[in-house]
């Protein structure tokens, strides 16, 4: 046996194999001989092929862990109860009802590559006697409930095995056994516990789970924080595109002072215009393109128009462009810290990836039932998150707005164009803040046929000033009291607001 450390604790050793070897499953069973004859009491699922049975009996409550997970196949006592997953499978729902209140006659190694078998009686209810069949082989472990006659009741995973046809109603047939080599001994009994090869057994295994645990949630939060980190690099590039447009619009104000002093000179219906621009070298022919079906007052305006469109938009550029620097620092440092987190961080670097619309999809929701109808709405949630739900088709808009929103809600919809209904939930007497109007508008803007465009017009107002007027067209509405948000898209904004959709 290995020295235990000074502290009293088992020295952990990282070896290149995880499973336990077959002496090691032979000392174990051994040590764990106490608990035949206890009554199983409870039956908790872990895994989809690793379960934990509680125990009562001579002596006293224990929990029995068997896991037949790729490289974590084992079977020893453990003092706590391990987390249970968030849908338990259905072998575990096969088990309690198999085995609770059943008493635990024996428990062996079988012949054949590391197998254990626990049999249980049931005299009470006067069924025939179960065992239960741990192949604790490595990435080919399995779990199998296994009727009296040798006949397979149900597995926890799938049959793995090329060899065997180890499938509900065929026969049980152990694994052939291997030669068994000299190994070194890789636990320190855990002097004073109650089974003392368990206890260095479940801190070994605690700690690569842990660490495996570490690892898996690491990578869920660097991958969205990666993703963000390339979205803010590229809505900067398209940032510094349209900085580089500014210069360009002195060249649209000099042909619309060209066209106000010629305004004179140009027939209605032109489709061009050459005219004189006097330049410090002399004077030169411009030749200006023309919408023939407008008079030349209106052509000249949108010259203008387009100049200051793009002079007044440098601000807001330079605004957006420092902005997304920062958060591109932030999201940097984020992600270098994540790479170095321990687990009990992660839930606070989560909390920060959320705030800057970085944070990993939450875990998909149990799948309705088929006979519960799926909702009129796709839900999705603002950066403030407040619920923001989209209608899936003109019929459903008319439900989600008729029969969904309350009055207090808000109401969204691309103006003028086909499109979802969106509504923002809010409690009585509250208003939306600036970041969740944007983000509506924006879902409005993208469940509409203005997807793609620049900038999209949406009408907003409160779900009770919205109407249907009877017999009109599925998704057809009259509303009030609304206003108009002239939006300016932001592809990052719908990126992130697209990936926090609730399914």
């Known amino acids: 046996m290995l020295p235990a450390a000074a502290s009293g604790r088992p020295l952990l050793f990282r070896a290149t194999r995880l499973s336990l070897s077959a002496s090691e499953i ?10 035949v004859g206890s009554r199983v009491e409870g039956v908790r699922a872990t895994a989809e092929r690793a379960i934990v049975l509680e125990l009562f009996g001579r002596a006293g409550a224990a929990r029995l862990l068997l896991s037949a997970e790729a490289d974590l196949t084992r079977v020893h006592a453990v003092e706590r109860r391990p987390p249970a997953p968030d ?69 926890a995973g799938r049959n793995l095995s090329q060899r065997r046809e180890l499938v509900p109603g065929k026969r049980y047939e152990a694994p052939a056994p291997r030669p068994e080599r000299d190994e070194v001994a890789r636990f320190a009994p855990v002097a004073g516990a109650r089974f003392p090869l368990s206890a260095a057994i479940d801190v070994h295994y605690g700690a690569l789970e842990a660490e495996r645990a570490a690892a898996e949630a690491r990578r869920r939060l660097r991958d969205p924080i990666r993703a963000a980190l390339a979205r803010n690099r590229r809505a900067l590039e398209k940032l510094a595109e349209e900085a580089a447009r500014v210069p360009a619009a002195e060249a649209d104000r000099r042909v619309a002072d060209l066209l106000k002093q010629n305004l004179h000179a140009i027939p209605r219906g032109a489709r061009e215009a050459t005219l004189t621009e006097w330049t410090e070298e002399g004077p030169r022919e411009v030749t200006v393109p023309l919408d023939p079906a407008l008079p030349p007052r209106e052509n000249m305006e949108r010259w203008y128009r387009r100049y200051r469109r793009i002079v007044e938009s440098a601000a807001r550029v330079a605004a957006r462009e420092a902005e997304v620097r920062v958060r591109l620092g932030e999201l940097t440092g984020l992600l270098a810290a994540v790479d170095t987190a321990g687990l009990d961080a992660l839930p606070r670097l989560e909390k920060e990836a959320r705030r800057l619309g970085a944070a990993p999809r939450p875990p998909p929701k149990p799948k309705a039932r088929r006979d519960e109808p799926a909702p009129p709405y796709r839900a999705f949630r603002s950066l403030a998150h407040l619920a923001i739900l989209v209608g899936r ?19 969204l919809h691309a103006r003028g164009l086909p499109g979802a209904h969106v509504v923002v939930r809010l409690e009585k007497g509250r208003a939306p803040d600036g970041e969740s109007l944007l983000d509506a508008a924006h879902l409005a803007a993208w469940f509409s046929d203005a997807r793609g465009e620049p900038q999209v017009e949406v009408v907003h107002t409160r779900a009770k000033y919205v109407r249907k007027v009877k017999g ?28 926090s959709e609730e399914v």
């Open 472 to 499: 009109s067209a599925p998704g057809a509405v009259t509303y009030s009291q609304e206003r108009t948000i002239l939006l300016r898209v932001e592809p990052s904004r719908t990126e992130r607001l697209l990936a």
């Open 87 to 155: 849908r338990p499978p259905g072998f575990q729902q096969l088990l309690r009802k198999e085995l609770d209140g059943a008493r635990l006659d024996s428990i062996g190694v079988l012949p054949g590559d590391r197998v254990v078998e626990l049999r249980f009686e049931r005299p009470e209810s006067g069924a025939p006697a179960l065992a239960l069949v741990a192949e604790l082989t490595g990435r080919h472990g399995n779990l199998l409930l296994v009727q009296a006659d040798g006949t397979i009741q149900a597995s």
């Open 393 to 411: 088709g003109a019929a459903e808009n008319d439900e989600l707005t008729v029969r969904v929103a309350r009055g207090n809600d808000l109401w």
């Open 26 to 35: 032979r000392a174990v069973v051994a040590e764990l001989a106490p608990l």
